[in-house]
C-alpha cells in the first residue's frame, strides 16, 4: 500500500480520506498551532457580530471562535467545501463558497462589491494581499489574526507521498526533509506556489482533504 505523508496537525480530519482512497496515512505533522489569547478570540467574535459579511478559510477558524457558541446570523464566505461544512455546523449561514483558494474566493466576491464590513478571522502568517484587493468605496476589510502556525521538522518514517495543506507546513517538510522521490500534493494553489521548484505537484480540483487524497491516488493509480 502507497504510504503518505500527512503533514497537517489535524490527522484525525484528514487521515480518513487517504484510507477511503486505498492509501496509508502516516501522521508527520510540519506544523504547531499557537492559539490566541481568549481577549483576542472574543475581540474576534465581538467584531463578527458586528460585520456585514464574514470571510473564513479553515475549520480550525470556527472550532476556536464558534464551537460549541453558535455562529452570528451574518453571512459567511468559506474558502472551500470543508470550512463551509464547518460554518453550517455550528449554525452559520454560508453566502459564497470558493473553490480556488482565498485569491479564487476574492475574485468571486469583487463581482459583489461595495460588501460593507468584511471581518477576516485568520491565521497571522496568511497571505494579506488577496482580500486587501477589495478595499475600496463602500468596502472595508477588517483581518484579525486568531492563530498562528509554526513550521516544525517532520518525524522520519519512511513515505511514497507527501499531502500539504499550507505553505507553512511546506516550510516545516524542508527543515529536515528533501522532496526528491516523492509524489507531492497540495491542497491548493496557495500552497503549490510554495512549492516552486519542486514540480510535479498535484493539485487537486477543490481545496479540501478529500480531494487531494482523490487526486493522489489517481495519480499513484491505486485501486479503487
Same mark, same amino acid.
Not at 9 to 23: E, K, S, V
Not at 51 to 64: E, F, G, K, Y
Given at each position: 500500500?502507497?504510504?503518505?505523508?500527512? $503533514?497537517?496537525?489535524?490527522?484525525?480530519?484528514a487521515?480518513?480520506?487517504?484510507?477511503? #482512497? @486505498?492509501?496509508?496515512?502516516?501522521?508527520?505533522?510540519?506544523?504547531?498551532?499557537?492559539?490566541?489569547?481568549?481577549e483576542?478570540?472574543?475581540?474576534?467574535?465581538t467584531?463578527?457580530?458586528?460585520a456585514?459579511?464574514?470571510?473564513? $478559510?479553515?475549520?480550525?477558524?470556527?472550532?476556536?471562535?464558534?464551537?460549541?457558541? @453558535?455562529?452570528?446570523?451574518? &453571512?459567511?464566505?468559506?474558502?472551500?467545501?470543508?470550512?463551509?461544512?464547518?460554518?453550517?455546523?455550528v449554525?452559520?449561514?454560508?453566502?459564497?463558497?470558493?473553490?480556488?483558494?482565498?485569491?479564487?474566493?476574492?475574485?468571486?466576491?469583487?463581482?459583489?462589491?461595495?460588501?460593507?464590513?468584511?471581518?477576516?478571522?485568520?491565521?497571522? #502568517?496568511?497571505?494579506?494581499?488577496?482580500?486587501?484587493?477589495?478595499?475600496?468605496?463602500? *468596502?472595508?476589510?477588517?483581518?484579525?489574526?486568531?492563530?498562528? $502556525?509554526? &513550521?516544525?521538522?517532520?518525524?522520519?518514517?519512511?513515505?511514497?507521498?507527501?499531502?500539504?495543506?499550507?505553505?507553512?507546513?511546506?516550510?516545516?517538510?524542508?527543515?529536515?526533509?528533501?522532496?526528491? @522521490?516523492?509524489?507531492?500534493?497540495?491542497?491548493?494553489?496557495?500552497?503549490?506556489?510554495?512549492? *516552486? @521548484?519542486?514540480?510535479?505537484?498535484?493539485?487537486?480540483?477543490? &481545496?479540501?482533504?478529500?480531494a487531494?487524497?482523490?487526486?493522489?491516488?489517481?495519480?499513484?493509480?491505486?485501486?479503487?
Amino acid at each position: 500500500m502507497k504510504r503518505v505523508a500527512v $503533514t497537517t496537525d489535524r490527522f484525525d480530519l484528514a487521515a480518513p480520506w487517504f484510507a477511503a #482512497n @486505498g492509501l496509508e496515512p502516516v501522521p508527520l505533522p510540519c506544523v504547531r498551532v499557537d492559539i490566541a489569547s481568549e481577549e483576542v478570540l472574543d475581540e474576534a467574535r465581538t467584531a463578527a457580530a458586528r460585520a456585514d459579511l464574514l470571510v473564513v $478559510t479553515s475549520p480550525r477558524t470556527v472550532d476556536l471562535l464558534w464551537r460549541g457558541r @453558535g455562529m452570528p446570523p451574518v &453571512p459567511v464566505a468559506a474558502v472551500g467545501e470543508a470550512t463551509a461544512a464547518a460554518v453550517e455546523d455550528v449554525g452559520g449561514r454560508v453566502r459564497f463558497v470558493g473553490s480556488a483558494g482565498l485569491a479564487g474566493l476574492v475574485s468571486e466576491l469583487a463581482k459583489e462589491e461595495p460588501l460593507g464590513r468584511i471581518v477576516f478571522p485568520r491565521a497571522a #502568517n496568511s497571505d494579506p494581499v488577496p482580500l486587501e484587493q477589495l478595499r475600496g468605496e463602500g *468596502t472595508d476589510v477588517v483581518p484579525i489574526d486568531v492563530y498562528r $502556525t509554526v &513550521p516544525i521538522a517532520p518525524g522520519r518514517d519512511a513515505v511514497h507521498a507527501v499531502a500539504f495543506a499550507s505553505p507553512s507546513a511546506v516550510e516545516g517538510w524542508l527543515l529536515s526533509r528533501p522532496l526528491d @522521490g516523492l509524489v507531492i500534493g497540495a491542497i491548493g494553489h496557495t500552497t503549490a506556489s510554495a512549492l *516552486t @521548484g519542486h514540480r510535479p505537484v498535484i493539485v487537486p480540483y477543490r &481545496p479540501s482533504h478529500r480531494a487531494l487524497a482523490e487526486a493522489l491516488a489517481q495519480f499513484m493509480e491505486v485501486p479503487a
